[in-house]
């Protein structure tokens, strides 16, 4: 949850200056929807569990070889 709300704060951060903006930004700078948070969160925690199943899955692979 902490690497998903530190990466909505870059990203409120990097739309504030203008790096991107939002269609709802246009007009004026705003806060990126809070829902953002848990989609952050989400994506973190399934990159992590790909990357430990990658692992997993080429360590025993190479195991087999020897």
């Given at each position: 949850?902490l690497i ?32 953002k948070i ?29």
């Open positions: 949850f998903g709300l530190f990466i909505y704060f870059a990203e409120n951060i990097g739309s504030y200056f203008s790096a991107w903006t939002y269609s709802y930004q246009l007009k004026a700078w705003q806060f990126v929807d809070l829902g848990s989609s952050w969160t989400l994506l973190i925690i399934v990159s992590i569990i790909i990357v430990i199943e990658l692992q997993r899955y080429f360590s025993k692979k190479i195991k087999r070889k020897l």
